[in-house]
């Protein structure tokens, strides 16, 4: 069983809709969970950054942890065609990047 | 803006030859940066760690005579694939921790013919 699972999709949607994307885990130890945004042949951008668990909003994008259940969301309102790409759960237990364990990503296709 | 620079984006090389691929943090130091490899459709997989004034920390099964990390400074560090092979063709990105958050240079793609 790897420690992070992520449905590689493909997920498509049309333009407006509310995308939401998973990770679940296995390491209860995990304190750090980030989201990131990658498009073809560039490196991962940080979209949402959260300690433990709960509920963090940024613009469109609300991430959620629920650690007791050991799972993750990223939920994107208002979709838009360049929100198209590939979306990465990662997670740590401590800050700094030490021992980021990474989803596979979610490809993401937002239709006009 | 970006604050992890890395530097070149694409490299087309012949098989035999290194290649050096060079990865800076913008307005910050950073003590320890991290080299990362992507296969298509997969995630990044950690090569190594990168500290600053010492020695990098492999990933088992990373050839460190092949991967060399340079960290001679707090803001470069640099990833040298030797007597490059078209096996070692990949995307490499390194990241950087600011504030600890990682931030992530733009990858560069590696071909090896």
């Known amino acids: 069983q790897k420690e992070v699972e992520q449905d590689p999709g493909p997920l498509s949607v049309p333009e407006g809709a509310i995308v939401s994307l998973n990770c679940t885990y296995s390491?209860?130890?995990?304190?750090?969970f980030m989201w990131y945004r990658q498009y073809s042949r560039k490196g991962p951008e940080l979209l949402m950054y959260?300690?433990?668990?709960g509920n963090k909003e940024d613009g469109r994008f609300t991430a959620q942890v629920d650690k007791s259940s050991k799972y993750i969301s990223l939920f994107i309102r208002d979709s838009q065609p360049s929100d198209s790409a590939t979306y990465l759960c990662?997670?740590?237990?401590?800050?700094?990047?030490?021992?980021?364990?990474f989803g596979a990503g979610t490809r993401l296709f937002v239709k006009a | 803006g970006a604050v992890v620079s890395q530097h070149p984006s694409r490299v087309i090389c012949k098989s035999g030859t290194s290649v050096k691929i060079e990865c800076r943090s913008l307005?910050?130091?950073?003590?320890?940066m991290f080299w990362y490899r992507q296969f298509p459709k997969q995630s990044l997989m950690l090569m190594a760690t990168?500290?600053?004034?010492?020695?990098?920390?492999?990933e088992q099964g990373v050839e460190k005579d092949k991967f060399l990390i340079n960290h001679a400074s707090l803001t470069l560090s640099t990833l040298t694939v030797t007597s490059a092979h078209p096996e070692d063709s990949s995307f490499y990105i390194c990241?950087?921790?600011?504030?600890?958050?990682?931030?992530f240079g733009s990858g560069t793609q590696l071909s090896v013919l």
């Open positions: 990241s950087a921790n600011k504030n600890e958050k990682l931030f």
């Open positions: 390491n209860s130890a995990f304190q750090y």
């Open positions: 959260t300690y433990s668990s």
């Open positions: 990662a997670m740590s237990e401590g800050a700094g990047g030490f021992k980021t364990i």
């Open positions: 307005d910050f130091q950073a003590t320890t």
């Open positions: 990168s500290n600053e004034g010492s020695k990098a920390t492999y």
